[in-house]
Structures are given as C-alpha cells and as structure tokens.
C-alpha cells in the first residue's frame, strides 16, 4: 500500500492499480492477481486438508489430556506429525490419501507438553499385548519407584492419566473413546508392583488404537501446574486389521550393493 501525495487525487482503478480514500489518506495498492493452481498444487492442499482434519479428530478425542497437558503449540505440532504421515503414503494416492494408508506409527512419542518429555519423570515404558479374542492389555511393569519416577519434592503422590481412542479406519468412522481412571501412586511408595489395564475391544476390519499417558504431582488434592513437572505423550499407536497389527510398508528405498569383484572378467581400457 502506497500513500498518494500529488494535488490531483485518483478514485478508483487504474490498470493493475486502486485507488481509494482510507480514514484521512489518499492510498493505492496493486490490484490482487489470481493464480490459477496447478493439479500438483491442488492434490497437495487436499492431502494437507486431510492430514490437519485428522488431527483434529485426534485433539477432540483426547479433550481433557490436551486441557491439562498442552504446551508448546500444540495444534501446530499435531498437524506437522499427520503431514509427515501422509507424507508416508505413495505419490500416486495424491489428492486422495487416506490415514488407512499412512504409516500411524509416526504419531507414537508425540508429547503434549513439548517442553516435557514423559520419560523425563516417568521411565517406566509400557507394554502392550493383543489377545486373540480381542482383548489387550497394557502392562507397567515393577520397579523400584525411585528409579521410576523423577519426583516434584514436596509431592505427596502421582497420578497417571491414560485415555484411548479406538477408531475405524474405513468409511464407517465409528469410534470408542475409553477413558480410564487415575492410577495414584504415593511417592513414598518404594516398589512400584506389576499393574496391569485390560480393554475388550470390538477389532473386525481396519482400526486405528492410539493410546496417551499423562503424570501429574499433586501435594494433597492440588495438582502442581508447574510444566516442568506434568507430561503426556501417545505411547502407542497402531493399525490393526481384525486384531493383528498392520505393519507399515513404506517405499522401497535404494541400497548399496557391493558385489565381491573376486575371479570375474575385467574390462580393458585402451588410452586414447
């Protein structure tokens, strides 16, 4: 925008040029030019469209965790961890790549409070287990709780938060969000035993299981808002179709092969 100041003011347009009055001052811009896009560049938008849709799908499901463990942008972070998914899918879905064909395991380790990673105050890592008949279970295994937990020094207990979110992958969109109640651990607790979380879930066809945890100190019934001391990541993210886990094959990727040159022929080179 440019500030008319000759004694003859201009109204209106001029070529790629416009005039107008703004408050008190005579101003002219460059008329705005439309660009057509390429097809790449629309194939593009609506995969970007796409990936940012599910990652708000995401962020709705795990509502409450994302109130209390949010840090670091969030929403941006989210979106840029579905693009690099569907940046997993081949080229020649472009335009229409679905997250059933993306490489979901991407989204395990996203941590709510990116200035807190959760092994930082829990190092205990879980285990996750499919049953046959549908049933799965998630395992924290013992320990001593010293070598656990990093602990806020005036805690007076921990709590961990774990929700999941069950999702079909295909056409259908239905979905199950499982919320789970609080596991309170006293801090002066000194061994931490086998604790175990059992879900039956329904697996026929394609399905999404993603599941986040969240540490939390409190002193008495306050929860200490302090972000170096709360934390909350996606532990595990799979794609199970019928119950058995769909492993990701992405592109094939060149390899260096180095052939033994041993007792074969050899060429000859004459100079020239």
Not at 18 to 40: I, L, P
Not at 61 to 85: Q, S
Not at 235 to 260: S, T, W
Request: glycine share 8%; proline share 4%.
């Amino acid at each position: 925008m440019a500030i008319q100041n000759g004694i003859i003011k201009i109204n209106g347009q001029l070529g790629d040029l416009v005039f107008y009055k703004r408050g008190n001052k005579d101003v002219v811009r460059q008329k705005a030019v439309y660009k057509q896009q390429s097809e790449a560049s629309k194939k593009s938008s609506a995969d970007f469209g796409s990936a940012t849709r599910n990652a708000a799908y995401i962020r709705r499901a795990f509502a409450p965790l994302v109130m209390l463990y949010a840090y670091g942008d969030l929403v941006n972070r989210l979106n840029k961890r579905f693009i690099e998914i569907f940046k997993s899918i081949p080229p020649e879905h472009a335009g229409h790549k679905k997250l059933i064909d993306g490489n979901l395991a991407l989204l395990a380790g996203f941590e709510f409070n990116a200035s807190k990673p959760l092994k930082q105050l829990w190092t205990c890592e879980t285990v996750l287990s499919l049953e046959p008949d549908g049933l799965v279970k998630l395992i924290l295994p013992k320990g001593e709780l010293k070598s656990l937990l990093k602990s806020y020094p005036k805690a007076t207990e921990v709590r961990l938060q774990v929700m999941g979110f069950h999702f079909e992958l295909g056409e259908n969109g239905s979905y199950e969000i499982i919320d789970v109640n609080d596991l309170v651990v006293p801090v002066n607790l000194p061994h931490f035993p086998k604790t175990t979380l059992s879900l039956h879930l329904k697996h026929q066809g394609d399905k999404a299981l993603v599941v986040a945890m969240g540490i939390s100190f409190f002193v008495g019934a306050d929860r200490f808002a302090d972000r170096r001391y709360y934390a909350c990541k996606i532990i595990h993210a799979l794609h199970l179709r019928d119950g058995v886990v769909v492993n990701f094959v992405g592109q094939p990727k060149a390899e260096r092969v180095v052939v033994e040159q041993g007792n074969r022929l050899s060429w000859e080179v004459e100079e020239g």
